[in-house]
């Protein structure tokens, strides 16, 4: 069975630091473009961090360029967030997806339930 579960969300303050794991099992992890998603109450998921298959290049969203950064440990079928300067705009549901490609995301991608990330001033 395909599974992706993404932990580590909790409060914090502004500021603050927070690291997100996605443990992925059921497919050939090594072979799928990763990324992390992010969702606000009545807001549209929004791409924030694409690592592609063999780490050859990675992409973030403009607001948190210099913050975040996306790393993946392909022995593990494990992705991850490093979340640092956290702000309260970064407040949001983060969830981690899987897809053969990675333009593929929204209509192909595998996807996890998501971990809340709240940032309080």
């Known amino acids: 069975q395909v599974q992706l579960v993404d932990s580590g969300g909790c409060s914090v303050q502004a500021g603050g630091s927070l690291r997100l794991s996605c443990a992925a099992s059921g497919f050939i992890f090594d072979a799928y473009c990763m990324a992390w998603f992010s969702q606000a109450p009545g807001d549209e998921r929004q791409e924030v961090a694409i690592?592609?298959?063999?780490?050859?290049?990675?992409t973030y969203a403009d607001a948190v360029k210099g913050r975040f950064t996306v790393s993946r440990d392909n022995a593990k079928n494990t992705l991850y967030l490093q979340m640092n300067s956290l702000k309260p705009e970064d407040t949001a549901v983060y969830s981690c997806?899987?897809?053969?490609?990675?333009?593929?995301?929204?209509?192909?991608?595998?996807w996890g339930p998501g971990t809340q990330v709240t940032v309080s001033s």
């Open positions: 690592i592609d298959i063999m780490v050859r290049s990675t």
């Open positions: 997806a899987a897809a053969i490609r990675c333009d593929w995301f929204r209509d192909h991608g595998y």
